[in-house]
């Protein structure tokens, strides 16, 4: 039993300050009553409890004695309201243990969008509870994008994919936000898209739309919109061509040679700016390259914020190409693109994926156009970054980024210096 009540001491809780500080304001508060004790008392009870000098100079005493009473008592109610409201993870000493050990790992800011991103968060919210996902809210097409022109909001979609990634595995709130409905008016909507959308018409605030969701969805760290103003991606086609809007980019036969904003200065969510800054790593991708990653950092204020973090910003490559977006780039031509759109001097290390793939599943993607991205170390390094290799990927229906690999190969690239 003893040994149980131990387990509400392990470094990261925020128990043992509250502890500390009633023991503290008990100690205080007990001795100043000791003190005016002391003062109050007859010279012959003074010698028995051994505080002759309380009777010299009584009304300094006294004093000095109601001020440490007041310090004590305050420092002791405070501590034990904040203990009375400490929420215990639930579950016993594992949780615990793992709450603790959660609570100490890596600020990490993963900036980007669509399913890469909620895949990396799946993987990170093992190895730190300090995770903060900057989400673009450029999206358009499917259900989102259905919902934004029909009801005027902020696309939900990759906040839910992110939300559901950092969510409790076994949650079922988890797998009814991934719910898409197959039928009848609602065809194509998922239920987390519709939540969403309802809590933000509701409160009149997408924000804190989202921070609900948080709660209901017991999320390991926070997912934020980048910015709360309706932006709209344009791009800027190999062809010449300009077309407005995120779906249409991405059906598109040419890929984009370059993309932009409207608004061009959108302003940024201030919790994210906040994270940014206190980050140890800020994380780019994976995901699209014009329409996941650039549309954030072409938000000013998100790569002013990124520049003067100070954290180590770590850009992780696709390992296969997006037909009609990146056909043919290899990994210098990936960060080249991010350069070009906002992350020029911002990037210490790109994180490339050494696993090969089959050739039956290369196959398969070069009948749609998709080839695995190729890794020039030379063509990297003249862009003035560290190229990091290491076995990322993993085969299934897909080849893609393994969660659980990704998430350990940056929790060891957090652990180097940050950036001076």
């Known amino acids: 039993m003893a040994r149980s009540r131990l387990h509400w001491l392990y470094p990261g809780l925020g128990v043992k300050r509250w502890v500390v500080l009633i023991v503290v304001g008990a100690a205080l508060a007990g001795y100043a009553l000791f003190v005016l004790l002391g003062v109050a008392a007859s010279p012959g009870v003074r010698g028995e409890l051994g505080v002759r000098w ?15 009473l007041v310090v004590g008592s305050l420092a002791l109610g405070y501590g034990l309201l904040r203990l009375f409201r400490f929420a215990p993870p639930a579950g016993g000493a594992d949780e615990i243990r793992c709450a603790a050990r959660l609570a100490r790992g890596p600020r990490v800011v993963a900036i980007g969008g669509g399913s890469g991103l909620s895949a990396l968060l799946s993987g990170l919210k093992g190895h730190t509870g300090n995770l903060t996902a900057i989400v673009t809210v450029a999206d358009d097409g499917g259900s989102s994008g259905r919902l934004r022109r029909e009801l005027g909001v902020l696309p ?55 921070e609900v969701s948080t709660r209901i969805l017991k999320v390991r760290g926070q997912v934020l919109p980048a910015t709360l103003e309706d932006v709209v991606l344009h791009a800027e086609l190999q062809d010449g061509e300009r077309v407005a809007g995120q779906s249409i980019i991405t059906a598109g036969d040419h890929p984009p040679r370059r993309v932009w904003i409207e608004p061009d200065k959108p302003r940024a969510v201030p919790a994210a700016l906040e994270a940014i800054a206190a980050a140890d790593l800020v994380v780019l991708g ?29 850009y992780v490559c696709n390992v296969m190409t997006e037909p009609g977006e990146t056909d043919g780039f290899g990994a210098a031509d990936h960060l080249s693109a991010i350069c070009r759109h906002g992350a020029a001097g911002l990037v210490d290390d790109v994180l490339v994926n050494d696993t090969p793939v089959s050739s039956a599943m290369a196959a398969a993607y070069q009948a749609s156009g998709a080839r695995p991205v190729a890794v020039d170390d030379a063509a990297l390094s003249a862009l003035g970054v560290r190229v990091v290799h290491a076995g990322l990927a993993s085969e299934g229906d897909f080849f893609r980024h393994d969660p659980q690999r990704l998430a350990a190969a940056l929790v060891r690239l957090a652990r180097r210096p940050r950036r001076r």
């Not at 010299?56 to 000095?64: F, I, S, V």
């Not at 990653?293 to 204020?301: D, Q």
């Open 286 to 314: 994976p995901g699209s390259v014009y329409t996941s990653i650039a549309p954030n950092l072409l938000i000013p204020e998100v790569r002013e914020a990124v520049r003067r973090s100070g954290a180590r910003v770590v």
């Open 156 to 210: 939900p979609g990759d906040i839910r994919n992110c939300l559901v990634g950092l969510a409790d595995d076994e949650s079922l709130m988890g797998r009814l936000f991934e719910y898409r409905f197959a039928d009848g008016g609602l065809e194509g909507h998922s239920f987390g898209n519709l939540f969403v959308t309802a809590l933000a018409e509701v409160t009149g605030d997408f924000e804190r739309a989202v």
């Open 54 to 68: 309380a009777g010299e100079h009584p009304l300094r005493w006294a004093a000095m004695a109601a001020t440490l």
